[in-house]
């Protein structure tokens, strides 16, 4: 991590020597004899550190220390004393300053003071990130049985020791959100946060202050400055879900995040480094939202350096079945039920299923049959009717029906679904009861 030093000192021979020493301690420094001068390069840039001497023309250390403190800038600052003067370190002391050593100063004991500060400042730092780890749910599994699943897991490894962004197509419920947690862990960057927003959920004003924090005041209710999430999972990952949703103007701000590493706070005049990498995701047509115009197409072309696209699983259905057996394994566990496996017919209807919302869908329904069957095995009666309806929309290309079986069929299947009721089946079917029956009698 640069630490960022700006030393105010009017005196010529003092400031260099200062500059010099600080220097070699490898820190970054910055110096003027003006305390205006001082004023401005905090307010424009991002400095960790202000040593200031008590007595300079333009501002003296005293009044840059108010000011640091009223706008509630994030540095620390030392106060240089010439005199040894007990009244004004006291004074100083009491407005918030860190430090203060006396003129002619003991170097070693200074340098002893800024690397002080620059420990508490990374272990203030390590402990957000800490803190944003412990809350995260580090166990990720992912059931991958189809060729183009370890496609993809065959990609995101090796990838793991790059930083490239990624975007994430799909539609919804494929499991772009699980895999942006997989890249993350087994990426360079596992130890550090990895933290998620949702782009279309928030209104354009909450998602930058959210995305990039605020300065005190920047706007009504701005009571604290606040650190924005692109700042929190400095050295980690930052997954954008729906990024298609975020406005235009925000999208210009991440570009310059992904560009430059730096970004401005809400209301902020300095700059903030940091070093994200960036997952986002979306379940729209990427083409069709940039000719739209709502998808910038440089953030594009900067977040897409790695586009994965998940396949919808009816395009790959030898994942249906173990994720059949692993969402029944993961939610009986808090069901109390003894229910072993699938019968065949359960499975050859969840086989021939299309899932239009993919994987979540598939194991709502697991979810919801577990919690219907009474027997010690799932059977189609726990199914949901309208994807045993549905079974009969897929085309095996070896076992074509005609229509009269298809209609036989889906007959059948509403009648079951009304109970046996025939008026009311015929009635849904929009024919007659004695169509209704010539079709159930067909052979
Ligand atoms: N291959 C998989 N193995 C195990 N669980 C999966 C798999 N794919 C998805 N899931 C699970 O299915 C659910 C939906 O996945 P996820 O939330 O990642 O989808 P998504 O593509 O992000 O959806 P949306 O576009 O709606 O945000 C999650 O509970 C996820 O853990
Ligand atoms: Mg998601």
Redesign the pocket.
């Known amino acids: 991590m640069a630490f960022k030093i700006v030393i105010a000192e009017d005196e010529d021979i003092t400031l260099k020597h200062l500059v010099k020493a600080l220097q070699k301690d490898g820190y970054l420094v910055d110096g003027t004899q003006n305390g205006a001068d001082a004023l401005q390069k905090i307010e424009s840039d991002h400095f960790d550190l202000l040593i200031a001497d008590i007595k300079m023309p333009g501002l003296t250390g005293i009044q840059l220390l108010e000011t640091i403190k009223e706008r509630q800038l994030d540095l620390e600052v030392i106060i240089i004393t010439g005199y040894g003067s007990i009244g004004s370190v006291v004074d100083a002391m009491k407005k918030g300053a860190y430090d203060y050593v006396t003129k002619p100063f003991d170097l070693d004991e200074l340098l002893l003071k800024v690397g002080k500060i620059r420990d508490q400042k990374l272990l203030k730092k390590e402990n957000v990130a800490l803190k944003a780890y412990a809350g995260m749910d580090k166990k990720v ?4 049985k189809s060729a183009s ?1 370890n496609n993809i897991l065959a990609t995101i490894d090796g990838m793991k020791d790059s930083d490239c962004n990624v975007l994430l197509t ?1 539609e ?8 942006a947690k997989i890249i993350h862990f087994t990426s360079r960057r596992q130890g550090m946060p990895f933290l998620s927003i949702n782009c279309a959920t928030l209104t354009e004003e909450l998602l930058a202050s959210e995305l990039f924090g605020h300065e005190k005041g920047a706007f009504t209710g701005a009571i604290k400055t606040k650190q924005g999430l692109v700042e929190i999972a400095d050295t980690g990952t930052l997954f954008l ?1 729906e990024i298609a949703e975020m406005a235009p103007n925000l999208q210009a701000k991440l570009l310059k995040v992904i560009e430059e590493g730096e970004f401005y706070r809400v209301g902020g005049t300095r700059p903030v480094k940091v070093d994200v990498r960036f997952i986002a ?1 979306t ?1 729209q047509n990427v083409r069709s939202i940039i000719a739209e115009g709502r998808f910038r197409e440089d953030l594009y072309y900067r977040m897409n350096i790695m586009e994965i696209s ?1 396949p919808p699983l009816r395009d790959r259905r030898d ?1 249906i079945m173990p ?1 059949c057996t ?1 969402f029944l394994e993961k939610h009986i566990l808090s069901s109390r039920k003894k229910i072993s496996g699938f019968t065949k017919e359960a499975l050859d209807v969840l086989m021939h299923y299309s899932y239009p919302g ?3 869908e598939l ?1 709502n329904i697991v979810e919801r049959a577990i919690i219907l069957e009474k027997g010690d095995v799932i059977s189609p009666a726990s199914l949901p009717q309208t994807i045993k309806m549905f079974q009969i929309e897929t085309i095996e290309p070896d076992r074509v029906k005609t229509i009269e079986e298809l209609n036989k069929e889906y007959a059948s299947k509403v009648l079951e679904m009304f109970g046996d009721n025939k008026s009311k089946a015929a009635e849904v079917l929009g024919i007659s009861r004695t169509s209704l029956w010539r079709i159930l009698k067909e052979e």
């Open positions: 599994s992912i059931i991958a699943m799909g919804t419920g494929v499991g772009k959100s699980l895999l879900d995701a379940n998940i994942d994720l692993y993919n994987v979540r194991e």
